[in-house]
């Protein structure tokens, strides 16, 4: 049985544009319980959406259907994740990659459930509340679905805490998965911790990024900066493109030891690469102060902008790194640069980036334009769901 959230007077525009959020200020009165189901209506009392309820988040509700006839029971929860997955069929078929993301929350009609795949292993993240209450029916159903060899959940983030929920982390269903495992993604492999691993273990979303330094960049001969490096995936594709040194930097030491690891796995191991734990901002100011140079620098920041107060902090961030990152490319050298903050958006980086071009004093020119690979959908009701977005620029 559903509860009800009635509306405020003119608050109905984006249910009726099929948006899948609602705010606790659009809400006028409420008859549910935590975690349950609702029907939206409008003040007369008209059918708008349903979905499931949470009084803890500021986003009250999060929506699942539009059609006042369809229940949200296990055949909903089965027939949307077969959707999602079905989505995904063109990814299982390729035999040289075996990681990538299923399930993508709101973008496939599952708002607040991550799931992605890692060969024969799923890793399942419950976001809400909602998701939460009907955990073990989508672990039944993925079992059913995916066969895959077993289901573990990182649900170690921290939304969680908004959802007044604490994080939740383990095996969900069949085997534990080994510590780490491996994957193949373009013909290359990378040894992956699904258990402590950054997001679900890898940066699955940046896949059509490490394609294109693949295909597309010179990386023959070069001396490469692979700055917020975290394992290394973007070193191995450098590896693979012939670069004559490799530099990684990131602040965790873990992560740097599996970089290390990734290179060595793919034949790489002989190629002069350094792997420095150290502060990215930091260490690229000391070697602006040294000269030293580079031809090609990747920026994989992690998320600088959490919501939109922070959005000038941001702004900050991402022209001081660039600029120093422009001052320390040679002539004719590649910047690669990304944000992962969604608040940020992809017209506003791009303005950043040529800011900091102008205060370096560099002429550049954009060779590509990055997002996130078709298993990281972005639903055009919920446009907050393109939230990656980067910068291939050739530098003079």
Known sequence: MSGVVILRPGREKPLHNRHPWVFSGAIAHVEADPGGLVDVRDGAGQFLARGYYNPHSQICVRLLTW??????????????????????AALAAQPDLNAYRLIHAESDGLPGL??????DCLVLQALTLGIERVKPMLVEALSALCAPRGIIERSDVDVREKEGLAEATGLLWGE???????IRE?????????????????????????????????????????????????????????AASIVNVDSSGEALAMARENMALNGFDGIPTDYLEANVFTQLRIWRG??????????????FAHNPRQIEKAARGYKDINLLAFQLLRPNGLLVTFSCSGVVSADLF????????????RDAQIVAWFGQPPDHPVLLAFPEGAYLKGLACRVW
């Open 350 to 361: 791009q303005k950043i980036v040529f800011g900091a071009s102008v205060d370096a004093g």
């Open 114 to 119: 991550i799931v992605d795949r890692y060969g």
């Open 186 to 242: 373009h013909g290359l492999r990378y040894r992956v911790n699904v258990h402590t691993g950054h997001k679900t273990g890898f940066y699955l979303d940046q896949r059509a990024s490490r394609r294109w330094l693949l295909t597309e960049a010179t990386l023959a001969g070069r001396d490469v900066l692979n700055a917020f490096s975290y394992t290394g995936s973007f070193s191995v594709c450098a590896g693979a493109g012939g």
């Open 176 to 182: 534990e998965p080994p510590d780490p495992l491996e």
């Open 67 to 88: 059609d006042e006839s369809e229940a949200i029971d296990a055949d909903f929860w089965r027939r949307r994740l077969a959707r999602a997955i079905e989505g995904r």
């Open 290 to 303: 040294e000269g030293r140079t580079f031809d090609v620098i990747i920026l994989d920041p992690p998320k």
